[in-house]
């Protein structure tokens, strides 16, 4: 059978285009969401590519669909790949972790010993002295990568387990103390060590390359 007898044929018409489409929908959901991302943070670059390929693949799905208005199975795997791509890409943005987060802790304990273990870890601290509706506290700020948010929130539950503490989205920063961010794949894969060695590996026999 030549490419115009399958494309022709029934198994391509109630098989293959709506696989097809169900997996371009979830491509151009995904880029939707980090482009979503993106726009967010105030990126003037990334986001327009970004959006380019969605548009282009949003088309091309769109047209397959006009072409097959009888294939039911399409509509469904049309709606199927937007809601499967928006789930995955959510888990994506949440593995990536962009940008960055400031969090506000306010305690009414000593904050000396908190403040010392968030510098050890590499956090830049403030902290202000303050009067609160029961008395002298300290309000302790940090700005952080979004990465490490779940490991600042465990330090301060950790050693103030009463403190109060809000976290909020940062659009820019100039200048800063942070501790050094894992890679994008380190951040998606953080259980795969097998992975990391392979890659260290392969970065040193790079780096033996070019010394030679």
């Known amino acids: 059978m030549d490419i115009s007898g399958f494309i022709d044929s029934e198994i ?15 491509i151009d959901q995904i880029l939707g ?14 986001s327009p590519i970004l959006g380019f390929i969605e548009i282009i693949i949003w088309v ?3 047209r397959q669909i006009l072409h097959n208005l ?19 890409g ?11 987060r400031v969090v506000q802790i306010i305690t009414q304990k000593e904050a000396s010993k908190l403040i010392k273990f968030l510098n050890r870890k590499g956090y830049g ?7 609160g509706a029961r008395g002298n506290v300290n309000v302790i700020y940090t700005i952080i990568n979004r990465s490490d948010l779940d490991r600042v929130i ?20 100039k200048e800063g103390i942070f501790p050094t961010r894992r890679g994008i ?14 890659m260290d590996l392969s970065k040193k026999i790079r780096m033996l390359r070019k010394g030679k």
């Not at 399409?74 to 995955?88: D, M, R, S, V």
């Not at 959510?90 to 960055?100: D, V, Y």
């Open 125 to 131: 601290v403030t902290n202000i002295p303050a009067q």
């Open 185 to 198: 794949i380190r951040r998606m894969f953080p259980k795969s060590p097998r992975l990391y060695r392979k």
């Open 12 to 26: 391509f018409k109630w098989v293959v285009l709506p696989l097809l489409i169900f997996l371009a929908r979830i």
């Open 60 to 62: 091309i799905v769109i």
């Open 90 to 100: 959510l888990i994506l943005e949440e593995r990536i972790a962009l940008g960055k």
């Open 33 to 46: 969401t980090i482009r979503i991302v993106f726009i967010s943070r105030g990126d003037k670059w990334i």
């Open 154 to 173: 465990g330090l301060v539950e950790r050693i103030n387990p009463g403190a109060f503490y809000s976290v909020q989205n940062v659009l820019s920063v």
């Open 70 to 88: 009888s294939n039911v199975v399409g509509y469904i795997a049309y709606a199927g790949g937007f809601a499967t791509g928006n789930f995955i």
